[in-house]
Every structure is written in structure tokens, then in C-alpha cells.
């Protein structure tokens, strides 16, 4: 609540005298819901396969350290394990990234910032969900802050088991991911948009309406 | 010291709490969010600043994205349990809670350490310092636009997580100083290994050397950036590096020997600049000192005779009651323990002394305050923050 | 040593328990109205300046939380830990916010996390840790259940079971029964 009281509906003058009206809640989101890709789930044709292709040789990481695994992302970039070779890299925004890497447990309020950011993220988009942590709750099975399923607040292509996963284990799940994107069946974000109302319903049964948009892009 | 030529603390205008007085509404300032998305090494926290410029006027830290009730999850875990999530509180240096909680929980329980567990658990502290160290190097490197520093140091890293995997089969999570001793003592052909390793890691370290204190970007950049007055280390409770670089000789491997740090030769350094070039040579000079004490170490480490004492059924091993409290010197300041147990085999509580609660948070919050947006990352990594020991 | 300082504080303040775990760590508990006052004569007069931690304990059974102010004297390299019970009902302290500016923190984060109230302390009620969805009781006390909030909140996955090792090393022992 706290965070959000700046956003409220003021009136600012601007230099030449004139009055605007703002609310930046409304203005900084759009609200429209997404939609499907037609016919995604059809075997894919010469020119989708051309495009899958691409889209696995280019993985873009959104270098998000949501949890204990980002360790073990700087090992990766680095000269010993070196994911650059895959045509894998580290993008600072999610605007530019296609790969959202959830590295373990994800508190609610890390939760907030992820579902945002993985909104944001220009389709088609792929989750990759490391550790046990997102497929049971691992450790944290009994904690009070932290979720136990990641696939029930997004559509999730590949897990990567461990606690922690090993950078050769990363790539490997990478390996696996590509597979997947070069068969046609990374459509997440389709998945999203489809099932859209039912992933909301999750969201807002944990965080609330507070400060949570319908959909932001 | 650097001095700025202009009275900059003038603005903004504080009370007389010292709180600066900025009013959003009145269209001056600007509020921004930075993180918890994050450029450097600093870890998931974001900090709420309010900017007239790309000065900042006003910050408020935000903590909690990390947060996973460790604290809470220890009280319904006995205490054998507790200790492989004990762990994943700091990542990158896990082994320092291993080792407080098992030190709190042998003190309670009345458990004498065999010697050659000592010799081990001083070994794979300071090999955990040592990795720490070279990550922070990175990140300090990285925050101020010099890649190859994090590329170089972090390569080196590896190098020393191999030789922990050697040891106890871990990579980041080693588990390998229970409550009572260590699982095993050093594998054959260890000893050489890891000279070599330590031979590599001086030859890079002569590199950064050069590369880090003498680059002019860095040194006109760190040089006067992020001031912490020595009158600020009891006030605040800094501890470690920090308060080294401001000319306070705090370090509990000296004030307070823990393990074999009383039989074993090494210096405190002090710098007295306290700025982020100072913090950085601090930490670079103990860096020297690890290799230098890890050499120490090395052959004392006991090859054979008994690491392990005897523990009592861990399934049945309940502790009378008791509080207590220990500490060890980690790579960012005091780390410790406070355990309270009642009697039963479960602790009644369990709270974990981060030194980043009040590096990040609240001294944080004072040293933002006239930075431009540019530093503040700067000047994180400077202060070695890591957010999951303030929320645990 | 030790001896001398908390004879010293038993001049000023009533002491009402003394405990010597070790050379260089004693725990003395105060009564709660002298509480802070003991905490800063600690500080001005006796040189423990630095504040290691300050945190509480749910005596749930006996209706009473404890606050524990570790200090240390950087000087003689001491520790004196200030035990202060509190009642568990009102839940409220004074504030020793104006002795160290860390200690803000601190009872923001117990004030959201036990529950236990600073009235005069900065940011008393804002949100330190927890997200502002948060609905629960304070968690760290300890008649919250977070295994139960856990399963009614998160989507458990449904086949995880959690054996009590305990339970399973007598049934795997004596499999007849002891």
C-alpha cells in the first residue's frame, strides 16, 4: 500500500499553463488482455520451422536472479562454462530477453516483480524453472512466503531439477529447451493468453489486488 | 581525503533529525525505482529514490524478495534438519552458518570438536572467504563497467569450487561441518592440488592488481565515492572490510579467536581513505592474506585419526535449555548465531546476525543520499551488501 | 571481569537473573521498565558500543516474549546479552531507536514479524519484509502455522509427504513393534 500512494490521480500544470489531468495507473499500463497466436498448435510449416530454428539458436536471458541459482549464472557467462557459444546471453530488461530463467524459490514479492516482467516480455517467451524449488516447493515445501508451484502463476517449458543446479546441468536443460522451441511446441505465451483468466485468478488468490494490473506491456 | 568543492550536503534541506526534506508533490523531484532487477552482483533488493537530477535526495531501501522465513521453518525442524537449510541463508558463502550453528548447537549440547575437525573447518572457511572474495572482486569490477575483472576472478572462483567439490562433492552447498566434526578429512593428493590452485589464483590477483587500482576509470571514479566516517562503525555496527577501510581494526578472527585463528600468523590490514577504492584494496590485501593462511593451513590439516565426536542419536538428540551466541569473521563482517533452545529436540529460536541487516539497510540509506544514480551500484557492491541475510 | 560489570549494573538496575555461558558472554535479564535505561548505561558507561543484534523469543507457554540487546565492547572484546521479558498480550517495548540508528531496523522488523509495538520508533507499521498482500498473522510467533498456511495458500503439489524421521527409523528398525 505503502508503495503505491504516489499513484494517485493529481492534476499537473504544465510550463505554458495548461492543466492535464493524469492517473498514472491508468496511464502506465495497458490494460488490454493478450491474445493467442492463430493456429499454434498445428504442425508447423517450412517457414514456422525456419523461425524455430531461429528463436532456439538465440536464447536471451532476462538476468533476473530471483533466487539461490543466479549463482551459479555468473560460472556461465564466464570463460569455464561459457553459454555465449549457444548463442545464449544476459540482457539486462525484459523487453529484450525471450527466455525468463526462474533461479529457485520465488517469495511473493519476488513474484509480483516476476509475473510483471514476464508480461512485459515480447512474445513468443519461454519460462525455465531451476531447481526443486519451483516444481514443489523443495525445501521451502512449509514456508509461509514462498510458492510452492511455479506452473500454476505461468506457463513453464522445461525444468531443471537440483538444489542447485549445476552450470552443466543448465545447459543441458538449454539443450532440452531448444528441442523443444525447434519441435513447435514452445508456445507459453500462447498458453498464457488462453488460459488467462485461470493464471490471474492464481496471481491475485497470493498477491492481491494491490498494484497488480491486468496485464502489463 | 577527496573533497567535493561545493557544499553539497546543503541540499536537499534535512530536518533536525537529519532526514532530508523532500516533498514529491511539489514537482522538483523525480521518484525512481532501482531493482530489484539489478546490473551488479548486489543481490534482489531495490532501493525507492527520490532524484532531483541524477542526484539523489532521498532513499528508502526495500527488502523481503528473498525472504523465506528460515528463522521460522528452524523452529519446527530438529537439529539435525536444521543444518542442510541452514545453509542456503548466504549463498556465497554458505560455510560460515554451517559452522555457526553447529559451534552454537556443540556449545549447548556440551560436544567437544576433535582437533583435526578444527584444522578442517578453518581450512574450508578460509577456502570459502577466498571464492567469496573473487566474487565481490567481479562484481566491484563489473559495477563500474570493467567486465573483464569478473571474468578473470570468477574463472578463478571455479578454480576453488572445484577443489571444495574434492572435499565434500558440493559445488556452492558443501554440508560438510555437522554438528559435532566434519564428514571427512582432506582426499589424497589434496594438498598439492590446491597449492596449485592457490598459485594460479596469485598470478591472477597480481593481474587484477593491475588492472583494477591503476585503471584511471576506476581510481577517478572510486576514488572519494562513498564515504562511511569512522565515527559511523558502533552507530550503524559495521563490521569487517568496511570498517577496516575507515581505520577501525575490526576483525573477529583476531579480537575474538575462534577455532585455530590464535595459532596461525596474519595481519589485519587498514586503509583510512574509506571510500570505495579503499574498501576495494582492503578487501584485494585479504584477499593476499587467505592465500597466505590457507598455505598456513594446509599442512597442519591432520591426514588420519578421528574428525567426528561422538553425537548423541540425531533423531533423539534433544539440548537443555540454553541460549548462547557465536560469531565468525565472514568476508562482509561479524556473522553469528543466537540460538535459544528449551529442552526439547526442536531450537525454540534461531536468529541469524547478517552483517548486511545493517550495511544494506540502514547505512545504506544514509551514504545514497547526494550519489549520482550512476554510483549507487558502485557503492552496493563496495559495501559487500547481500540481501538474504537481512531477511533470512 | 564480567563479575565487576554486572555488579556494577545490579547497583543501578534490579537484576533478577544472571547466566555466565562463557568468558566472554554473560546474559542478564532486567525488568522491563528498566530495560532500555540499562541498555544505554551499558553503552555510555560501561563502553559496549556496538550493537550486535537485537531480537525476540515467543515464550509461548508462558505468555511472555523475550527481547534480547547483544552488545558488544569493541574495547575488551565482551559480550553482555540484555534479556527484557515482555508480556505477550500487549506486546509493547520502548523504543531504543535514539542509541543506535540500526536499532530502527530492528524493531521495524520485530514490529512485522512478532508483532511486538515501539510506539515512538520511525517506521512502525510499514512493511519491512513482507509483501503488502499480506493478510496472516505476524509469523514469526509461534502459534502461526506456516506449514499449515503453506498448503491452504500455495497449490501444494499433491503426492509430497513428509516423513518424520523419527517414525520412519523405528518402523524400518523394529518393524514388529517395540
Known amino acids: 500500500m505503502e508503495k503505491f500512494k504516489d499513484f494517485k490521480k493529481r492534476t499537473v500544470i504544465a510550463p505554458d499553463g495548461e492543466k492535464i489531468e493524469i492517473d498514472p495507473m491508468k496511464d502506465y499500463y495497458c490494460d488490454a488482455i493478450p491474445t493467442p497466436r492463430k493456429d499454434y498448435d498445428k504442425i508447423p510449416g517450412i517457414l514456422e520451422n525456419f523461425k524455430n530454428w531461429a528463436r532456439s539458436e538465440s536464447l536471451w536471458i532476462l538476468a533476473y536472479g530471483s533466487g539461490c541459482g543466479a549463482i551459479e549464472m555468473r560460472p556461465l557467462m564466464t570463460p569455464k562454462h561459457d553459454a555465449y557459444r549457444y548463442g545464449i546471453q544476459w540482457r539486462p530488461t525484459p523487453r529484450q530477453a525471450n527466455l525468463l530463467m526462474i533461479s529457485g524459490y520465488l517469495s511473493v514479492k519476488t513474484l509480483r516483480i516476476v509475473v510483471r516482467a514476464y508480461e512485459q516480455m515480447p512474445s513468443p517467451k519461454y519460462v525455465m524453472g531451476l531447481g526443486s524449488c519451483t516444481i514443489n516447493g523443495g525445501m521451502y515445501w512449509d514456508s509461509y512466503n514462498t510458492i510452492n508451484r511455479l506452473d500454476h502463476f505461468m506457463p513453464v517449458d522445461t525444468y531443471v531439477t537440483g538444489c542447485m543446479p549445476r552450470p552443466e546441468a543448465l545447459i543441458a536443460g538449454f539443450d532440452e529447451l531448444k528441442k523443444i522451441i525447434r519441435a513447435g511446441k514452445g508456445v507459453g505465451a500462447d498458453k498464457y493468453a488462453e488460459n488467462f483468466a485461470w493464471y490471474k485468478e492464481n496471481q491475485k488468490k497470493i498477491l492481491g489486488d494491490v498494484g497488480l494490473p491486468e496485464y502489463s506491456w | 581525503m577527496f573533497t567535493f568543492n561545493e557544499d553539497r550536503s546543503l541540499f536537499p534541506e534535512h530536518d533536525e533529525k537529519g532526514k532530508p526534506i523532500v516533498d514529491v508533490e511539489s514537482g522538483q523531484f523525480t521518484k525512481i525505482w532501482q531493482g530489484p532487477i539489478h546490473p551488479g552482483m548486489t543481490g534482489n533488493m531495490s532501493l525507492e529514490l527520490t532524484i532531483q537530477g541524477d542526484e539523489i535526495m532521498d532513499c528508502v531501501t526495500h527488502v523481503g524478495y528473498l525472504h523465506r522465513g528460515f528463522e521460522k521453518l528452524m523452529e519446527r525442524r530438529r537439529f539435525i534438519q536444521c543444518f542442510p537449510i541452514c545453509v542456503r541463508v548466504a549463498v556465497p558463502e554458505p560455510d560460515f552458518n554451517e559452522y555457526c550453528l553447529a559451534s552454537t548447537i556443540e556449545e549447548l549440547g556440551g560436544i567437544e570438536v576433535p582437533e583435526a575437525a578444527d584444522w578442517m573447518r578453518t581450512l574450508l572457511l578460509e577456502m570459502s572467504r577466498l571464492q567469496s572474495y573473487l566474487a565481490q572482486m567481479g562484481g566491484q569490477g563489473s559495477s563500474f563497467g570493467l567486465g573483464l575483472i569478473g571474468q578473470w576472478t570468477i574463472w578463478a572462483r571455479d578454480l576453488v569450487l572445484d577443489r571444495f567439490e574434492e572435499i565434500s562433492g558440493g559445488r556452492i552447498y558443501h554440508m560438510h561441518m555437522p554438528p559435532g566434526g566434519v564428514r571427512s578429512l582432506l582426499p589424497s593428493g589434496f594438498v598439492g592440488r590446491m597449492n596449485e590452485t592457490l598459485d594460479e589464483i596469485s598470478a591472477v590477483m597480481e593481474e587484477v592488481e593491475r588492472v583494477l587500482f591503476h585503471n584511471s576509470v576506476f581510481k577517478k571514479r572510486a576514488i572519494g565515492l562513498g564515504y562511511i566516517d569512522p565515527k559511523w562503525v558502533d552507530e550503524y555496527g559495521i563490521t569487517g572490510p568496511n570498517a577496516r577501510a575507515a581505520g577501525v581494526a575490526k576483525d573477529v578472527r583476531k579480537d575474538n579467536p575462534y577455532l585455530m585463528y590464535d595459532r596461525l600468523d596474519f595481519d589485519v590490514h587498514l586503509e583510512y581513505d574509506s571510500d570505495v577504492f579503499a574498501r576495494t584494496k582492503v578487501r584485494y590485501k585479504d584477499i593476499l592474506t587467505t592465500i597466505d593462511l590457507i598455505r598456513q593451513i594446509l599442512p597442519q590439516v591432520p591426514t588420519k585419526g578421528e574428525f567426528m565426536a561422538e553425537v548423541p542419536n540425531v533423531l533423539h538428540w534433544k539440548i537443555p535449555y540454553g541460549e548462547t551466541y557465536k560469531r565468525a569473521e565472514c568476508t562482509r563482517g561479524e556473522y553469528g548465531y543466537y540460538t535459544v533452545t528449551d529442552g526439547s529436540g526442536y531450537p525454540r529460536r534461531i536468529n541469524v546476525r547478517g552483517p548486511s541487516y545493517t550495511h544494506a539497510v540502514t547505512l545504506m540509506e544514509k551514504m545514497a543520499i547526494n550519489l549520482n544514480i550512476a554510483d549507487t551500484a558502485g557503492v552496493m557492491s563496495s559495501l559487500h551488501t547481500y540481501p538474504p541475510e537481512v531477511e533470512r | ?178
Open chain 3, 1 to 178: 571481569m564480567m563479575k565487576e560489570i554486572v555488579n556494577r549494573l545490579k547497583e543501578k538496575f534490579p537484576v533478577t537473573a544472571e547466566i555466565y555461558q562463557r568468558d566472554d558472554l554473560t546474559f542478564v535479564t532486567v525488568e522491563k521498565k528498566y530495560g532500555v535505561d540499562a541498555v544505554a548505561y551499558l553503552k555510555e558507561y560501561e563502553g559496549f558500543t556496538h550493537l550486535v543484534l537485537l531480537t525476540a523469543v515467543d515464550w509461548l507457554e508462558e505468555g511472555e516474549f523475550q527481547l534480547t540487546y547483544l552488545l558488544n565492547n569493541p574495547k575488551a572484546k565482551h559480550d553482555i546479552g540484555l534479556r527484557v521479558r515482555i508480556d505477550r498480550e500487549t506486546a509493547e517495548m520502548q523504543t531504543a531507536h535514539h542509541l543506535w540508528p540500526a536499532v530502527t531496523t530492528y524493531e521495524q522488523e520485530l514490529n512485522e514479524m512478532f508483532g511486538i509495538s515501539f510506539p515512538g520508533s520511525p517506521r512502525q507499521g510499514h512493511r519491512f519484509i513482507l509483501d503488502e498482500a499480506w493478510q496472516g498473522p505476524p509469523p514469526y510467533r509461534r502459534d502461526f502455522d506456516t506449514k499449515k498456511y503453506s498448503e491452504e495458500t500455495y497449490f501444494p503439489r499433491p503426492g509430497r509427504s513428509k516423513i518424520d524421521p523419527a517414525e520412519h527409523m523405528k518402523k524400518k528398525l523394529y518393524p514388529e513393534g517395540m
